[in-house]
């Protein structure tokens, strides 16, 4: 059996001092060995098949390069998956691998969660929701650089910093681009306010209006819930009246299940979509906004760019940690909040005000 190279092979290969392999291959090289003797070794430990022994690594540098996240209910859910796979494609970029716990939406595992992941060495630990919302963050977590996303701090001094999606802006830009094509007299069916979502994009859909100097119509705004048959019976409402006039041209929805009941309940009322009434979605749900007939519009929540913001935070908090160790200083994090733009998707479901409207 051939035997594994070593960083002393790759040294007299190249001809030069283990140390020097040392340096470069774990990235500092620069400023302390020539470019030339940088180039030889990289080819010397190429033509060898060598890696540096990454456990060895961690050791030396006292990190496990390891990143702990716990989650709510994103691992066991279908939805949401990319804000942990966005931060998965980031950590592996930096050398970083990342071990999940999912709490399955019971909240007294967290602290055991984070106890456990700790336990282990992590040195960075993000929590992440499905669905925006306060998070009453285990007190442990505070033991190493952390950051939150889709979900925020509840405390009023908010000590970990948070990523989330920019819902107020959400908002606006959903009734914007219906403002675009002609329309005014726009509803909008939301969830509940206990999700914070629901409140911030109504008050996006409110900025709009403001914006362009309208009126806001209240009686336009319906809170009815999240899921179809809550869309179908809140559009009956709207739909369902003193004919043609009377009725808004289009129907904005707190998210896409909302939207399929609007489409539906159009349908039952002989109403064409977008010919008659346009409506528009919000979260671009994978396998549902695209696949309806017709394709829904909607806004898309930035889940994937949100993962990917919320690990590069993290690993700049993770660095600037270990620098505060080795300096013998304060550990010490980010608590900022970074709002992360959600995206317009336009497909059918949203087109021109009718005529005479």
């Known amino acids: 059996m051939n035997r594994k190279a070593t960083a002393l092979d790759v040294a007299k290969l190249a001809g030069v001092s283990r140390s ?41 540098n006292r990190q496990s390069r390891i990143i702990g996240i716990v989650s709510d209910q994103v691992v066991t859910s279908p939805f949401d998956g990319n804000i942990i796979a966005g931060a998965d494609a980031v950590a592996r970029e930096h050398g970083f691998v990342t071990v999940v716990m999912d709490t399955e939406l019971d909240g007294s595992r967290d602290e055991g969660a984070v106890e456990t992941l700790l336990d282990r060495q992590v040195d960075g630990l993000m929590y992440v929701t499905v669905g925006l919302r306060p998070l009453h963050v285990p007190a442990n977590m505070e033991r190493v650089p952390s950051i939150l996303a889709n979900c925020f701090d509840d405390r009023p001094e908010a000590g970990v910093g948070a990523v989330i999606p920019d819902e107020v802006r959400g908002g606006r830009e959903a009734a914007e681009h219906v403002m675009s094509l002609g329309h005014r007299d726009i509803a909008f069916l939301a969830g509940d306010s206990l999700t914070p979502a629901a409140p911030r994009r109504i008050e996006g859909y409110r900025e709009a209006f403001r914006r362009t100097g309208q009126p806001v119509n209240e009686a336009r ?12 019976h809140g559009a009956m409402k709207l739909l369902d009246g003193d004919g043609a006039a009377h009725r808004p041209t289009a129907i904005l929805c707190a998210n896409d299940r909302l939207a399929i009941g609007v489409v539906l309940a159009c349908y039952r009322l002989g109403l064409s979509v977008p010919q008659d009434i346009s409506v528009m979605g919000y979260d671009d749900e994978f396998r549902v906004a695209k696949a309806m007939v017709p394709a829904l519009s909607t806004m898309a929540l930035p889940l994937r760019e949100m993962g990917a913001a919320a690990m590069t935070a993290l690993l700049g908090d993770v660095t600037q940690h270990r620098v505060q160790l080795d300096d013998h ?14 995206r317009l998707v336009v497909r059918d479901s949203t087109g021109p005000v009718p005529a005479g409207r």
């Open 20 to 60: 020097a392999v040392s340096l470069v291959l774990n990235g500092r090289g620069d400023g302390n060995v020539a470019l030339e003797s940088q180039q030889r070794i990289r080819e010397a430990a190429a033509s060898l098949n060598y890696t540096p022994n990454k456990i060895a690594l961690s050791l030396r």
């Open 221 to 232: 705004i319906l809170q009815v819930g999240w899921d179809i048959d809550a869309g179908f």
């Open 329 to 342: 200083g304060t550990p010490g994090g980010s608590s900022t909040e970074t709002m992360v733009p959600c």
